[in-house]
């Protein structure tokens, strides 16, 4: 907890535009709460410091077991666009009439790529909405690979021009659905290494770095294709 207090504050919100009353001093079990309280997460400097930067050794610390356990487990990218491809039966709310037997009947709908792009850029759903305002993060830990994503599997129509993609860029995204704060790792065409961009702050970074349950956008470029974009 000593910890935790050193990450953020938490302060009781009374009222609309209230700012909120600093809780101090709650025991291990956390603080006394009355049911449907709000409340609002400051993060102090040196939380942020230690989140934000992925080179800290002590990250792991400051992650909800939640995360924990999504990095231990996960997924894989290539995972995601199989389940995205898969036909799937839609439900009897959306039923169509068969121009055949005249009927309203279930229909089955199905994603798929005909021709792959120059540059492929894969959006990861962070964001699930739960009805009404209410939307949850998913912290999934989605693993990606830097080099050799071969969308061949996901691909229906002809490619003329490979289906062997490269990363070169990430969009990473801390926080939650009220709140956050995105940076992004980009690999430097001129000396073939990572960078992480930090608002103002630009760093190199390790290749390990790169893939974390932060990856919120990914960009790939094909290999046929050059770094200025031309095939």
């Known amino acids: 907890?000593?910890?935790?207090?050193?990450?953020?504050?938490?302060?009781?919100?009374?009222?609309?535009?209230h700012e909120g009353t600093e809780l101090e001093g709650y025991s291990e079990?956390?603080?006394?709460?009355?049911?449907?309280?709000?409340?609002a997460v400051d993060w102090t400097q040196e939380g942020l410091d230690k989140v934000l930067d992925p080179d800290a050794e002590d990250l792991s610390n400051l992650q909800s077991d939640n995360s924990t356990q999504s990095a231990e487990g996960?997924?894989?990218?290539?995972?995601?666009?199989?389940?995205?491809?898969?036909?799937?039966?839609?439900?009897?709310?959306?039923t169509w009439l068969c121009g055949k037997c005249k009927s309203d009947v279930r229909a089955t709908k199905t994603m798929g790529?005909?021709?792959?792009?120059?540059?492929?850029?894969?959006?990861?759903?962070?964001?699930?909405?739960?009805?009404g305002f209410y939307r949850d993060k998913v912290d999934t830990f989605v693993r990606f690979p830097?080099?050799?994503?071969?969308?061949?599997p996901y691909a229906k129509g002809p490619q003329a021009n490979g289906t062997v993609y490269d990363l070169y860029a990430v969009?990473?995204?801390f926080g939650g659905?009220?709140?956050?704060?995105?940076?992004?790792?980009?690999?430097?065409?001129?000396?073939?290494?990572?960078?992480n961009f930090d608002d103002t702050s630009v760093r190199p970074c390790s290749v390990d770095s790169v893939v974390s349950p932060a990856a919120y956008v990914l960009f790939y470029r094909r290999r046929d294709v050059g770094e200025n974009g031309a095939a």
């Open 1 to 17: 907890y000593e910890l935790l207090e050193k990450a953020f504050v938490l302060r009781k919100i009374e009222y609309a535009r």
């Open 29 to 39: 079990g956390g603080p006394s709460l009355e049911d449907r309280q709000l409340i």
């Open 74 to 94: 996960g997924t894989t990218v290539q995972q995601c666009l199989k389940l995205f491809t898969t036909p799937e039966v839609l439900s009897e709310q959306d």
């Open 113 to 131: 790529l005909w021709s792959l792009p120059k540059l492929l850029v894969i959006h990861l759903k962070r964001f699930n909405d739960q009805g």
């Open 146 to 152: 830097l080099e050799g994503l071969d969308m061949a």
């Open 171 to 173: 969009s990473n995204h």
């Open 177 to 195: 659905t009220g709140f956050g704060h995105y940076t992004a790792f980009c690999k430097s065409p001129a000396d073939g290494k990572w960078y």
